[in-house]
């Protein structure tokens, strides 16, 4: 948005009456800006972030097979 310039044509404004003006042509100015586009919508289940932050179950975790020697 391109700043426009404000000219007073008839007296002279205080500083405090040319920062109320300035003000409530601001509030207007930003009010009828547009929305922000919807972010994504949340996932239904828990995702890691990446495939590695998920713990892999490993083969050597499990139960000993009956061909090893306890």
């Given amino acids: 948005m391109t700043p426009t310039p404000i000219r ?3 007296g002279t404004p205080t500083p405090e009456e040319l920062a109320a003006c300035i003000l409530v042509l601001q509030a207007l100015a930003s ?3 547009p929305d922000p586009p919807p972010g ?9 972030t990446s495939p590695l932050a998920a713990p892999a179950a490993a083969w050597s975790a499990g139960r ?3 061909w090893r020697a306890p």
């Fill in 64 to 66: 000993a097979g009956a």
């Fill in 40 to 48: 994504p919508p949340p996932a239904i289940w828990p995702r890691p």
């Fill in 31 to 33: 009010s009828h800006a």
């Fill in 8 to 10: 007073v044509l008839r």
